[in-house]
């Protein structure tokens, strides 16, 4: 699917309307006249193709959003501040670097090729800077090396560069992607070994939001393909293998983008963006499409299997439409689940009519919903209206109860999403910021210099802080654009002193473009 795109599609309606104009023409007389005024229909259109191309605004090709085009590395970073000793590590996020774009209307942000940005911290020090794309066989093709790397080896099924998020998961480091694409293992400098398939128990499709439950030691994942009727839950143990999987029915091949899970309950999100066959074979770079008819409703599973009530193996509950895009977190209440999630109001179109935009009606906020399965109904409330996205949770209280989460506003984001041509934001959207919520208490801002745009901020707990006591003690660490320098700094704040001068910025060598997600990978 992620070869079949608008480019290869204009690629071949071209060649069939130049044999057809050519067909049965000679080399001279009226044939000639006419293939000589073909030419100059041709050569007209050109122009008139290029000109567009050049006029239009295309933000996530443009601003922060501008792909890099070197695979950079660089050693003792300079650091303004003093990088916690206790911070020994990899910090890694990923996004799509297109590589090689020919065709800016024929691209879409979500299919750029996956890149690896990682800062390497120890001892205090910042030993290095890497960006890496990772190495499916459309990048290995194009950086004309051979597949994986070293040793050539089979391409798999629906291969991709996993574009949306870096996770480690039992001393590997995994670039996921969801919808079909299987995991890319990297290794600690950022090289591509190869797919990963969970010692060969993975079957189809994977998903680019897992949830880790430190507490069972489990790995739990939501997949989607568009050829299936269903979504698959599946459940990773402690040995690495897939033990478990769940086929829950879903009509319109929805896009499942995350999910939630509570100690007791797995939650599915089922939105009316549908995928569309039509558009598929238009070759639509993101076949999917608002569709009214599909309605929107939040799917409750127990865990451990089973029905919940003899029907099946979720429980569904109506909501008011929304396009959902990630989870903060989620929890169990008594006869309540609640699930802390971003989203934008209907409608929202995912392809963004057309490669540049717009997609949103407004802005993403954070919500609360409160999942009341005695009387079998949804509270959704706004939690935070300002416009924010990538929510993170301390990650050793994923599925349980927690009171802080973290997100970022992003203007050049917002006015991407908003507008056809990245211009102005709305006038609650001016600023770059990261966001600490107390949800006991209020909401602490870390204010960013216009032009300094944030990318997700993770949480790093320090070492030797009690989790159950401190659920916030420990670092936010993020890339963020330094506008007088022209690249990136990795920003570190203590998230006790949310808005308090950062403890510390190490300074890259490069931009880091805004991307996706990631994670911090400690040392053993």
């Known amino acids: 699917m992620a070869e079949h795109t608008r480019r290869t599609v204009l690629r071949g309606t071209a060649g069939l309307a130049a044999a057809g104009a050519l067909t049965g023409l000679g080399t001279g007389g009226p044939a000639a006249a006419l293939c000589a005024e073909q030419r100059e229909v041709t050569r007209q259109r050109e122009m008139t193709e290029q000109q567009e191309v050049t006029e239009r605004h295309y933000p996530f090709l443009e601003g922060a959003f501008t792909p890099v085009t070197e695979e950079l590395t660089a050693f003792d970073l300079p650091v303004t501040g003093r ?18 774009l ?28 890497r960006n890496r794309w990772v190495r499916a066989s459309q990048v290995t093709k194009k950086l004309g090396e051979p597949y994986p790397g070293p040793v050539p080896g089979p391409v798999p099924p629906d291969d991709f560069p ?76 402690p040995s690495g293998r897939v033990t478990r999987t769940t086929r829950i029915p879903m009509p319109d091949a ?61 429980r569904w509950f109506g909501i008011d439409p929304v396009f959902y895009s990630h989870t903060l977190n989620a929890y169990d209440e008594g006869d309540h689940v609640v699930v802390d999630v971003t989203t934008y109001p209907a409608p929202f179109d995912v392809a963004g009519r057309g490669s540049d935009g717009p997609y949103a009606t407004d802005t993403a906020k954070l919500e609360r919903w409160t999942v009341d399965l005695r009387h079998g109904r949804v509270r959704q409330r706004v939690l935070d209206d300002r416009p924010q996205e990538f929510p993170r949770v301390n990650e050793s209280f994923v599925s349980r109860r927690h009171r802080y989460g973290y997100t970022a506003v992003v203007a050049e984001m917002t006015a991407a999403y908003l507008t056809p041509d990245g211009g102005t ?27 300094a745009a944030a990318g997700e901020a993770v949480f790093v707990p320090r070492d030797g802080a009690d989790r159950r006591a401190a659920e916030d003690d420990g670092y936010a660490i993020a890339y963020v ?30 931009r880091v473009p805004l991307g996706f997600h990631g994670s911090w990978i400690a040392d053993a």
């Open 102 to 129: 020919e065709d800016p209307r024929a691209h879409h942000w979500m299919l750029g090729d996956g890149m690896v940005h990682g800062v390497r911290l120890r001892d205090g020090k910042a030993e290095w800077y």
């Open 254 to 314: 929805p896009m499942v983008h995350d999910f939630a899970l509570t100690e007791k309950h797995v939650v599915v999100i089922d939105i009316p963006v549908t995928f569309d066959p039509g558009a598929f074979e238009r070759g639509a770079p993101v076949p999917y499409v608002w569709n009214r008819a599909h309605p929107a409703r939040v799917g409750v599973m127990p865990r451990a299997g089973g029905t919940p009530s003899g029907g099946g193996p979720v």
């Open 83 to 100: 990088i916690p000793r206790e911070l020994n590590g990899r910090f890694l996020r990923n996004g799509p670097n297109v590589l090689g």
């Open 481 to 510: 654009h330094n506008p007088d320098r022209g690249a990136a700094d990795l920003l570190i704040l203590a998230a006790q002193d949310f808005t308090g001068e950062p403890v510390a910025r190490a300074h890259l060598p490069g």
């Open 162 to 237: 996993c574009n949306t998020h870096v996770i480690p998961y039992r001393g590997r480091i995994l670039a996921l992607q969801e919808s079909g694409p299987l995991p890319y293992e990297l290794d600690g400098e950022l090289r591509t070994v190869g797919t990963y398939d969970f010692k060969g128990t993975l079957e189809g499709a994977f998903t680019a939001h897992t949830k880790f439950d430190a507490h069972a030691g489990e790995l739990h994942a939501l997949a989607y393909y568009p050829a299936w009727d269903h979504v698959r839950h599946m459940v990773v143990d």
């Open 425 to 451: 934001p709305p006038d609650n959207a001016f600023s770059n910021a990261l966001v600490k919520h107390d949800l006991s208490r209020g909401t602490l801002v870390h204010r960013l210099p216009r032009g």
